[in-house]
């Protein structure tokens, strides 16, 4: 059983091909062995199913995914710690401040609480996304997403793109007095798409680096996470 960070020192992770999650395992444990999988949720069932002793991944999408798979757990202490934040054109300046007011205002009054209590339950999947009337009276607010991010983004039941992520870009083009369009794409397009001008802004549990802070403008942040660790609970 493993209940401690430390113990995963020499162990073997299941990590999603294409992310940089198996480089930052390796920054604090350069003796760990990978697997690779399509997908997150591949990679947690295959902690679940033993053929791997842990899932490295971003915190909040690992919780998302044992709160719906019994027997999973997220330890506590954490691989790194990083800054979620929505991306802009760099002299978009204006739109930056707007996220930004419209973050600061939902943690002042209620809510961000709301909001993070509907999109990060201890158990069970996020409840349904509320509806957030847009006047479309200013124009058309573009936002590019990947939506294989729940709970930040991700497709519905009705096939509707939503999350924590969604919900925000809403309340900044409600804030905007325009309409919202939900651009989905792989991730690894979004910050091209936003360079060109695709969209207006971008979000998918992004993570800030000072990397990608070169091309883009980041909002302040919204979310902090990072990479965590999925490993099996205890056992009955």
């Avoid at 607010?141 to 930040?152: D, I, K, Q």
């Avoid at 998918?204 to 965590?228: D, H, M, N, W």
Wanted: net charge neutral; proline share 5%; with cysteine.
């Amino acid at each position: 059983e493993i209940t401690q960070l430390s113990q995963l020192a020499d162990k073997s992770f299941a990590v999603p091909t294409g992310t940089v999650a198996d480089k930052l395992v390796l920054s604090k444990f350069p003796q760990a062995k990978f697997q690779y999988f399509n997908t997150v949720l591949d990679a947690a069932l295959a902690v679940k199913t033993g053929k791997a002793d842990a899932a490295a991944y971003d915190e909040p999408i690992l919780r998302n995914i044992a709160a719906k798979n019994e027997g999973l757990v997220v330890l506590k202490d954490m691989i790194t710690v990083d800054h979620y934040g929505f991306a802009v054109q760099p002299q978009n300046r204006a739109l930056k401040a707007a996220i930004d007011g419209v973050v600061q205002t939902l943690k002042q009054n209620g809510g961000y609480q709301e909001m993070h209590t509907r999109w990060f339950p201890e158990k069970g999947s996020p409840a349904p996304m509320p509806e957030i009337a847009l006047s479309g009276g200013a124009g058309v607010l573009r936002l590019g997403t990947a939506s294989v991010t729940e709970p930040f983004s991700f497709v519905d039941g009705s096939q509707r793109v939503v999350g924590f992520d969604i919900e925000l870009a809403r309340r900044v083009a409600q804030q905007q007095g325009k309409t919202l369009e939900v651009v989905n794409m792989d991730f690894g397009a979004l910050i091209p798409a936003l360079i060109s001008g695709k969209v207006d802004m971008i979000a998918a549990c992004i993570t800030i680096t000072e990397e990608r802070a070169q091309k883009v403008l980041f909002s302040e942040p919204y979310y902090t996470g990072g990479i965590a660790a999925l490993v099996r609970g205890a056992q009955p």
